[in-house]
DNA sequence: TCTGGGGTCCTAGGACCC
DNA sequence: TCTGGGGTCCTAGGACCC
């Protein structure tokens, strides 16, 4: 048996990801600088080609703002079901290697490939065995990271970006991060790295130099102990196949502000079906429900409360949303952008064995049109209260009567 | 340059219990 | 009557990640 290698983890992230799709499916896009997000007047880039990275564009910078730099720029609706598709298409390749595949995104993921020497030769060999592959299988390209742990490789595979390879051995690791501006240290963001510049700590090296009780009372206890370690390049984190997920949420920007607060309870009903269906799709329930809102001066504020059982229909998460958003009392208030998350999530399945769910008529209710959409599509179903046409309370009060369900006739 | 949508984790105060 | 400390849960906000 071959020892475990000293670089086992590797972080293997796509190059510009949901833009090479686009380019996958429309080869007229090849060489042009291409932009993946909302068009409309709130929008923001989700991805850049390189040849649009190269008038200055980057991922989240407002979608009119990158016109200006690049108005010859062609820019692309996302299309998640493409790119999940694609996901899938990745970690089938990821898997053929060693079944400990994290991922951290649609085009990111982590793998431990300490136990997969013997077949496949060591992990910078399966890193670029992988590059290959996807290259060749799916048409697109990915950066690789080789590194001793996790917050070593998925550096590693940025500063490899694009369409490269990088493997950094144990013994380089210290001399490596040294000089490498903190900003590229995992939990370190626009706020964290302004606040260490204060203290003219710019490196990692300047903040190996910080005594540990100013970095605690710089940047708190947790993230203090996080940052000295990735400072040395240790990182205690494993590659974990998959977790339960601990929230769920939907959210959405107006086009233009909203101030009437029936078309707020209404698109919060719209929300709430959102999560009810995630939720029961995975198999779970919440107990805790949150409000979110964002006004016209960009200020976010949640409600939140929690439920003594367990939920997972959307008239339940409608009800508990729609009384915090009764709460505010808000009068002719601006509101830019409205969330539902909810949150303590368990398994519905335990939950109900323990008749922690009621089996209400409304959970029955809303399982079976999770069925008809499953049989005959997502269009199949759809409450009277969100119907644009003929339907009749367009208006808000999602305490709407099983009669208001309705199917259409897409179906 | 007026700033998406989906997440995770941390902090801090208060309630409550032992 | 006044005074403890620890643990857990809830709520609100914020930083950070892709």
Same mark, same amino acid.
């Given at each position: 048996?071959?020892?475990?290698?000293?670089?086992?983890?590797?972080?293997?992230?796509?190059?510009?990801?949901?833009?090479?799709?686009?380019?996958?499916?429309?080869?007229?896009?090849?060489?042009?600088?291409?932009?993946?997000?909302?068009?409309?007047?709130? =929008?923001?880039?989700?991805?850049?080609?390189?040849?649009?990275?190269?008038?200055?564009?980057?991922?989240?910078?407002?979608?009119?703002?990158?016109?200006?730099?690049?108005?010859?720029?062609?820019?692309?609706?996302?299309?998640?079901?493409?790119?999940?598709?694609?996901?899938?298409?990745?970690?089938?390749?990821?898997?053929?290697?060693?079944?400990?595949?994290?991922?951290?995104?649609?085009?990111?993921?982590?793998?431990?490939?300490?136990?997969?020497?013997?077949?496949?030769?060591?992990?910078?060999?399966?890193?670029?065995?992988?590059?290959?592959?996807?290259?060749?299988?799916?048409?697109?390209?990915?950066?690789?990271?080789?590194?001793?742990?996790?917050?070593?490789?998925?550096?590693?595979?940025?500063?490899?970006?694009?369409?490269?390879?990088?493997?950094?051995?144990?013994?380089?690791?210290?001399?490596?991060?040294?000089?490498?501006?903190?900003?590229?240290? $995992?939990?370190?963001?626009?706020?964290?790295?302004?606040?260490?510049?204060?203290?003219?700590?710019?490196?990692?090296?300047?903040?190996?130099?910080?005594?540990?009780?100013?970095?605690?009372?710089?940047?708190?206890?947790?993230?203090? =102990?996080?940052?000295?370690?990735?400072?040395?390049?240790?990182?205690?984190?494993?590659?974990?196949?998959?977790?339960?997920?601990?929230?769920?949420?939907?959210?959405?920007?107006?086009?233009?502000?909203?101030?009437?607060?029936?078309?707020?309870?209404?698109?919060?009903?719209?929300?709430?079906?959102?999560?009810?269906?995630?939720?029961?799709?995975?198999?779970?329930?919440?107990?805790?429900?949150?409000?979110?809102?964002?006004?016209?001066?960009?200020?976010?504020?949640?409600?939140?409360?929690?439920?003594?059982?367990?939920?997972?229909?959307?008239?339940?998460?409608?009800?508990?949303?729609?009384?915090?958003?009764?709460?505010?009392?808000?009068?002719?208030?601006?509101?830019?952008?409205?969330?539902?998350?909810?949150?303590?999530?368990?398994?519905?399945?335990?939950?109900?064995?323990?008749?922690?769910?009621?089996?209400?008529? $409304?959970?029955?209710?809303?399982?079976?049109?999770?069925?008809?959409?499953?049989?005959?599509?997502?269009?199949?179903?759809?409450?009277?209260?969100?119907?644009?046409?003929?339907?009749?309370?367009?208006?808000?009060?999602?305490?709407?009567?099983?009669?208001? $369900?309705?199917?259409?006739?897409?179906?």
């Amino acid at each position: 048996m071959p020892q475990r290698p000293a670089e086992p983890i590797l972080h293997v992230d796509m190059d510009a990801f949901y833009a090479a799709v686009e380019v996958r499916r429309d080869p007229a896009l090849a060489g042009r600088p291409v932009l993946v997000g909302g068009a409309g007047g709130r =929008g923001v880039v989700a991805s850049a080609s390189y040849e649009a990275r190269a008038y200055g564009i980057t991922s989240a910078m407002p979608m009119a703002r990158a016109l200006r730099l690049c108005p010859a720029a062609v820019v692309v609706s996302p299309d998640f079901a493409a790119y999940t598709a694609a996901s899938a298409a990745l970690r089938e390749v990821l898997t053929s290697y060693t079944p400990l595949v994290e991922p951290l995104a649609l085009d990111e993921a982590f793998l431990d490939v300490g136990g997969s020497v013997r077949l496949f030769g060591p992990p910078e060999r399966i890193g670029a065995l992988i590059r290959g592959r996807i290259r060749a299988e799916l048409d697109l390209v990915a950066s690789v990271g080789v590194a001793p742990n996790k917050f070593l490789a998925k550096l590693c595979s940025s500063k490899a970006k694009p369409d490269g390879l990088l493997h950094l051995p144990a013994d380089r690791v210290a001399d490596f991060l040294a000089p490498l501006p903190v900003r590229d240290l $995992w939990g370190v963001g626009e706020q964290t790295a302004a606040r260490l510049e204060r203290f003219a700590v710019r490196t990692v090296a300047d903040l190996r130099a910080v005594p540990a009780g100013t970095l605690v009372r710089l940047v708190g206890p947790a993230a203090a =102990g996080a940052l000295t370690g990735l400072a040395r390049g240790e990182d205690p984190r494993t590659v974990v196949p998959w977790e339960a997920p601990k929230g769920m949420s939907a959210e959405e920007t107006f086009d233009r502000d909203v101030d009437d607060p029936a078309v707020l309870r209404t698109e919060l009903l719209r929300l709430a079906e959102r999560v009810a269906r995630r939720l029961r799709a995975t198999d779970a329930a919440a107990r805790t429900v949150t409000l979110k809102l964002r006004y016209s001066s960009f200020q976010t504020i949640t409600r939140s409360r929690t439920l003594a059982l367990p939920a997972d229909e959307a008239t339940t998460l409608h009800a508990e949303a729609a009384a915090l958003l009764d709460a505010l009392r808000l009068e002719r208030v601006r509101v830019r952008l409205l969330g539902l998350g909810v949150t303590n999530l368990v398994p519905s399945g335990a939950a109900r064995q323990l008749s922690l769910i009621a089996d209400d008529r $409304w959970g029955r209710l809303e399982r079976a049109a999770d069925l008809a959409r499953g049989r005959f599509g997502d269009g199949a179903v759809t409450r009277g209260a969100l119907l644009d046409d003929d339907g009749p309370p367009r208006t808000a009060d999602g305490g709407a009567v099983p009669e208001q $369900w309705r199917g259409n006739t897409k179906g």
